[in-house]
């Protein structure tokens, strides 16, 4: 079988695990193991239908990027809790979602997925280090459509979309992102710049929304060449539909769109190690790691999600 590494956004994967599944289910103290349970079934559900080699569960060491606050003060402002002078500010998280967090980390360990985050970094920046120069085709498993931005067909990326469920993946593709935004996937940060986003905070320009934004792209190819016209550069042709009013609302939001894309495009030049490197390569569990998952699994009232997550392993074995 050919090699194909598989990213996963953790954090959007166990928020959906969290809201998707009954918070009925708890171990004997009490903790609720619903995240913990919905995201070992995707994993499982994944390995098994998307056959990748090798799975790194990339990680928000800083969800919250100040260098990203301080260029658009608004940048997810509404999901903070609490902010924290010199460190990461930490995100509004359900109380029982934030209990699961560190068994989700330790069973990813036993199931020997490297957790991977960078610090002052979120985990779409290690996915798309790792998305580029990957050396092998690449799936990325995310809710997050900032991610399109990642995909290339001729690069062998795809993004797994979660967004309608896990019985409703969509597989995003170069043609995917054609039809749904008229756009190329190269395309889509400047789109999302100009669209904007509120649940990220991201203003976007007033008056320009996806039909426009996709237009105007469609027309100029870029955002800089968009704004080299509407700012009148000396020698560039200002075409019809480049209206005064147009020009009017690309200049009102001059000082946002002068950084908006530092924010909205993720960074693919972290420095982490490859998927080899990272032990990334997916195999049976066995010996310790095998028992000591099964107990938790008794432990932590975790069903058949552990026995579903192992045999999906398992086969990659076989493979």
């Known amino acids: 079988m050919a090699d194909r590494l598989m990213l996963l956004d953790t954090a959007s994967l166990y928020f959906r695990a969290f809201y998707g599944v009954p918070d009925s289910l708890k171990r ?13 079934d995707m ?10 080699t090798h799975l790194v569960a990339c990680w928000d060491d800083d969800w919250r990027p100040h260098w990203r606050v301080e260029l658009i003060p608004s940048y997810k402002a509404h999901r903070v809790e609490e902010v924290v002078p010199g460190g990461p500010d930490v995100e509004e998280v359900p109380d029982p979602l934030e209990a699961q967090v560190p068994m989700i980390r330790e069973t990813l360990g036993l199931l020997g997925i490297p957790v991977v985050g960078v610090a002052a970094h979120e985990a779409d920046d290690v996915i798309g280090t790792l ?40 597989i995003v593709t170069d043609a ?5 935004y008229d756009i190329a996937p190269s395309q889509y940060a400047d789109f999302a710049t100009l669209r ?7 203003p976007g320009v007033a008056g320009i929304g996806e039909k426009t934004a996709a237009g105007l792209l469609r027309e100029f190819g870029t955002l800089d060449a968009m704004l080299a016209v509407a700012s009148g550069e000396a020698g560039v042709e200002v075409p019809p539909r480049m209206s005064a009013t147009m020009r009017a609302k690309l200049g009102a939001a001059r000082d946002y769109l002068a950084v908006a894309p530092t924010v909205v495009n993720v960074v693919r030049t972290l420095d982490v190690p490859g998927a080899e490197e990272l032990g990334a390569r997916l195999a049976p569990v066995d010996g310790d790691a095998r028992a000591t998952i099964e107990a938790l699994a008794e432990e932590w009232n975790l069903g058949g999600s552990v026995p579903r997550v192992l045999a999906a392993l398992d086969r990659t074995g076989a493979a």
Do not use: C, H
């Not at 004997?28 to 070992?40: C, E, F, I």
């Not at 995917?176 to 749904?180: D, H, P, R």
């Not at 904007?196 to 905070?201: A, E, F, I, K, L």
């Open 131 to 170: 998305a580029t120069d990957a050396g092998m085709p690449v799936d990325v498993v995310t809710g997050d459509r900032d991610l399109f931005q990642l995909v290339d067909d001729a690069a062998g990326v795809r993004v797994i979309y979660t967004a309608r469920g896990m019985s409703k993946l969509e």
């Open 28 to 40: 004997a103290d009490g903790t609720p193991v619903n995240a913990v349970r919905g995201l070992l």
């Open 196 to 202: 904007g986003d509120t649940s990220d905070g991201l």
């Open 176 to 180: 995917w992102v054609l039809a749904k």
């Open 43 to 52: 994993i499982a559900r994944l390995v098994t239908d998307f056959e990748p």
